[in-house]
Structures are given as structure tokens and as C-alpha cells.
């Protein structure tokens, strides 16, 4: 990457209008942050010329390299480069607050169905289903990380560590995580001319 | 909801926060530290959580909404409140340190990528594990997380349709 987005001289937009754009964007876009691309490029870019195409790509490469949700990062660094802190706090709130909203009534509204009824088995399999998505998340990560094959054989005896520290020897998950992303750090080497930021990119 | 009395709106908002912190690279690790606080100790029923992960992938907006979700099943409309705050807070302070000093950490954050990259991918299986466990899964069910496994993983299908059809399938069992 070769720019990072910078704070800009704030534009003439108001606190509330920032609040708007991005509780329309959180309540319109579907599955994701790369999902939403076209929409956000229509909201902020062409509609509004509140960023460039290039700042809306340099902000998700940077969004997706950060410890925090991407969509989420994301709309606080938009937030950010408009109208500093506040603005970042104001953006990515008003920008979960739709979903958030629809995720608080369903859980309020439904609950846990006893087994061999319809919510009961839907929840069941629903559950299955959520397994075999995190293991497949967990798949496509290591498959799409841009290292050397040395590197990844020592990276999937890392992420074999993890599960068995945990569950076979009852080990803290945050130690593992400490202590396995440090030994990483030292030992995993990327592809000379490859860089991170296409394995992190891809996944969502 | 859960035994909310062990679990307090600070311990939801802590717990989140700290969650954030493992989110590099768009891993989930959320779901990981989750399982490892509430699922696997017994104060969160496996069902619900991946009953408010499920609901989370059918809503606009940001994915990371079904912590809203969480925080409700440990305590209540404020521990929503505090799951919602507990991505918020870190998420904004991330973001407003991104864009002020990325350059600087680039070759840093770049590296820990790396790494990071299969640090979280044992977290997710780790949580993989410990959700499945006191499912009493039986044997054609593996069926079902080999496929949605590989749907994921090889096939790219967003996470979305894997559930929907998780629960088409659901529906249809209980049918026959």
C-alpha cells in the first residue's frame, strides 16, 4: 500500500449528516465489508465526494490489517479522516446500530427450542452448520496466508497447538494465542515479494 | 437468558473488548474467546450462541452485530448495551491510530499478519471444537460441518447461505 488514509481539513459536514450516511449504509448493506464495496463507493465516493476511490481502498487494505471487525474499522477511519475522533466513534456506532438493533429483538423474540420440535432441530443443524464454518473460516485463512511452504508447515503445527493446548491440556486460550503469535512472529517469513495483505484481504 | 447473575454488563463489555483485539485479518477471533469465557464454562448455552452468530449473518451492516446478541444472553438489555460498547470503543481508538500512524507499523502489522493468519485459525478451531462437544452430534450429522466446511473453505459460498441452508435442512429433518 502505498498511501494511508491521512485526516483531511474537515469537509462541511455536519456531525449529524455523518451519523445518517452511515446508519443508511449499516441498515442497506449486506454480507460484509468487500460485499458492500459498490454501495459504499456510491455513498461516499461518487454521491458524496466525502473520500477518493483511491483513500476508500487504501482505508479497507488498512481496515483489514488491523486488530478490529474491517466493516467496523473501516467506517471509524472514514469517520476519522471527516471529523477526527468523534467522528470515527459517531461513524462505526451509527454504522452496527442497525444490525445490532435486529440481532437484539430476534434474540429477544426467540429462544432455545427444545429438542425434536422445529426450532429445536433448525437450531440444531443451524449450530452444525456454524461448526463447519468456523472450521472452514479457519481452512480458508491458512490456505490464503502468502508464506513459504516452510513457514506453513510451521504455522499449521501452530494452529494444531492451539486447539490441543486448550482442550488436551486445559491451557488458557489467550496464553496459546500470546504465546503462539509471538513464536509466529519469529519463525513465519513471507514469500520474498509477496505481502501480507492479499492472505488477510481475501478472507471475510 | 443464561445465569445472568455471574455475569455482569462490565465483565460483557471486557470480555468484547478484549475479543476485538484477536479480530486481525477478519478472523473471527471473537467467536473464539467467547467459546472460551461463556460457552465453555457453562454460563452460555452452545445453542444460543450459535444461534445469535446465525442471526448476526442475516443482518446489514457489520457482521460483528451478534455480539449485541451475546451480550444480551449474559446480562440482560445492559449487557447488549456493553457488548455493543466493547467493539465500539477499541474498534474507534484502532481505527484512529490506522489512520494516523499506519506507515509507521506497517512492517510490523504486515509481519504479525502473518502469523497472526494461523494463530486465529486455532482459535476458530478451537472454538469449532468446544461448541461441537455438547452438541451430541451423531455420526451422519459430521455430514454436515465436512460440507459446510468445505462450501466455506474451497468454495467461497458466504457464510450466509451456509447457514440458511443449515436451517432449510433443519426444517426438512424435522419434516421427515
Known amino acids: ?204 | 437468558m443464561n445465569d445472568a447473575t455471574t455475569v455482569g454488563a462490565l465483565d460483557v463489555m471486557g470480555v468484547i473488548m478484549l475479543s476485538t483485539l484477536f479480530s486481525l485479518g477478519g478472523g473471527n477471533g471473537q467467536i473464539a474467546l467467547i467459546q472460551d469465557y461463556w460457552v465453555g464454562p457453562g454460563l452460555l448455552e452452545p445453542a444460543l450462541f450459535a444461534w445469535a452468530y446465525a442471526i448476526g449473518n442475516f443482518v446489514p451492516g457489520p457482521k460483528v452485530s451478534f455480539v449485541t446478541g451475546i451480550g444480551y444472553y449474559m446480562a440482560g438489555i445492559p449487557g447488549a448495551i456493553a457488548a455493543l460498547l466493547g467493539i465500539v470503543i477499541p474498534t474507534s481508538v484502532g481505527a484512529s491510530i490506522a489512520s494516523h500512524w499506519y506507515l509507521k507499523f506497517q512492517r510490523v502489522i504486515n509481519h504479525m499478519t502473518l502469523s497472526a493468519t494461523f494463530v486465529i485459525a486455532g482459535m476458530m478451531t478451537t472454538a469449532a471444537y468446544g461448541l461441537a462437544r455438547p452438541m451430541e452430534i451423531v455420526w451422519g450429522e459430521y455430514a454436515i460441518i465436512v460440507a459446510a466446511a468445505i462450501a466455506f473453505a474451497w468454495k467461497g459460498l458466504d457464510a450466509m447461505y451456509i447457514i440458511g441452508g443449515s436451517a432449510a435442512l433443519g426444517a426438512l429433518i424435522w419434516l421427515i
Open chain 1, 1 to 204: 500500500m502505498s498511501s494511508t488514509p491521512e485526516p483531511s481539513s474537515p469537509p462541511p459536514l455536519g456531525l449529524a449528516s455523518l451519523a445518517w450516511i452511515f446508519f443508511k449504509l449499516g441498515a442497506l448493506a449486506f454480507g460484509g465489508m468487500w460485499a458492500a464495496m459498490d454501495r459504499i463507493e456510491k455513498e461516499l465516493v461518487i454521491k458524496r465526494g466525502l473520500i477518493t476511490k483511491e483513500q476508500q481502498v487504501a482505508m479497507m487494505m488498512t481496515a483489514a490489517l488491523i486488530p478490529a471487525p474491517k466493516f467496523l474499522a473501516f467506517g471509524g477511519m472514514v469517520g476519522y479522516s471527516l471529523r477526527g475522533y468523534i467522528g470515527s466513534c459517531i461513524a462505526l456506532t451509527t454504522l452496527i446500530l442497525p444490525g445490532a438493533s435486529v440481532v437484539l429483538v430476534a434474540v429477544m423474540v426467540s429462544r432455545l427450542g427444545e429438542p425434536g420440535t422445529l426450532l429445536g432441530t433448525v437450531q440444531h443443524t443451524v449450530g452444525l452448520g456454524i461448526v463447519g464454518l468456523l472450521i472452514g473460516n479457519a481452512i480458508r485463512m491458512a490456505r490464503n496466508s502468502k508464506v513459504s511452504w516452510s513457514s506453513r508447515l510451521i504455522g499449521c503445527g501452530l494452529w494444531a497447538v492451539v486447539p490441543i493446548g486448550v482442550h488436551g491440556f486445559g491451557l488458557s486460550l489467550l496464553l496459546m494465542a500470546v504465546v503462539t503469535l509471538a513464536l509466529g512472529a519469529w519463525l513465519i517469513q513471507p514469500i520474498p515479494g509477496e505481502s501480507a495483505h492479499q492472505g488477510a484481504l481475501s478472507d471475510e
